[in-house]
């Protein structure tokens, strides 16, 4: 079982940057995917960004592509999430999730049913 645990979410003014950080704990050796989801009232959850646990390789959502970058630290078990150049849109509850099974799908980072464990989320709001 994984557990994880956002941090870093905010109030930032339009154009500015936030850093968010999932720790991640309990069975990290079982961890193919992680990824980052966010929602905003009313809508559906977004993929945001995804990386394989080992190889290191990166998935955007097209509307953050250019802005937000994802990254891993292994010795640590965070991934991050570096978001620049944030716009009113980018508003809503961030969410961490991993993936503990083998990835069977091509866009399976990209599919919130394909996550075994969630993190609470963390709240991030841009102003115009």
Known sequence: QVQLVESGGGLVQAGGSLRLSCAVSGRTSSIYLMGWFRQAPGKEREFVAAITWFG??????????????????????????????LKPEDTAVYYCAARSRPVVYSDSYSRPSEYDSWGPGTQVTVSS
């Open 56 to 85: 290191g390789s990166t998935y955007y959502g097209d509307s953050v592509k250019g802005r937000f970058t994802i990254s891993r630290d292994g010795a640590k078990n965070t991934v991050a999430l570096q978001m620049n150049s």
